[in-house]
């Protein structure tokens, strides 16, 4: 900040110059207008910027040392971090029951700046606990086998890989059955995934001569996800599903 002033010729500026001057120091430092301002009057009167941001020169006594509240961590281990009445009351007791010295000055505590402690980074990093992320099941469709009651619509669908030949990657065959009329269309796709699989399945969707009523498929990745869901929603087919007992009828290859 002393730098760009003196390059700017502070001192020899308009009043309007100035302030957009402070205004560029306050943006590049972070500081308010007002902590700027102070800084400027600071190196006009001394040709210098001595003030630093930090703990101040004479803080506050701290009443409870870093060995009281490691001293804390240890107890909360020991009991599975009880309320703050349940732990003040412990060591109370360890205090004045047990005679333990270590204890003084957190028997006298409240239980309000026992949490206080307990949120300091000092006991954060003598017990610090680590929660893991708690999966969520979202179910994209159900696992029971198809039941058409002698209606046509439910297909059910299975990928066959053709094989490799002479070092080259052999084609995936999409195979989609009806479970009543055994009406059949194949589609082949060079691999497995989302760009290759949703527009030949689209178009095998499409060319069967009835409403899709049902869409089994065995625990293929490849057909349990969203875009595979979204695209049965957009073709309107109401009964999509993946059922685990599909393996209970072979599927067709």
Known sequence: MAETLRRFGYARLRRRERGLLLRYLAK?????????????????????ITDRRGPPAAPFARRYTRADIALLAEVDALHGTLSGPATRKLCERAYRVF???????????????????R????????????????????????????????RPGYLRVDSVHQG????????????????????QFVGAVARISERFLLPVLEQLL????????????DNGS????????????????????????????????
Do not use: M
């Open 28 to 48: 590049v430092s972070g500081l308010s207008r007002r902590q700027v301002t102070r800084l400027v009057a600071q190196w006009r009167a001394s040709g210098r």
């Open 99 to 117: 005679g333990d010295a270590r204890f003084e000055r957190l028997a006298g505590t409240s239980n309000g700046h026992l949490y206080n402690l």
């Open 206 to 217: 499409t060319d069967f001569p009835f409403p899709i009523l049902g869409f089994h498929a």
């Open 119 to 150: 949120h300091g980074a000092t006991y954060q990093r003598h017990r610090g606990t680590v929660a893991k992320t708690r999966p969520v099941t979202v179910a994209i469709g159900e696992r029971r086998p198809p039941t058409p009651y002698g």
């Open 164 to 183: 490799d030949c002479d070092g080259l990657k052999g084609v995936y065959l999409i195979n989609t059955v009806d479970a009543i009329t055994q009406f």
């Open 222 to 253: 490849e057909y349990i996800n969203h875009r595979v869901a979204a695209l049965l929603n957009t073709l309107q087919v109401t009964d999509p599903s993946r059922p685990k007992a599909l393996a209970l009828h072979t599927p067709c290859r």
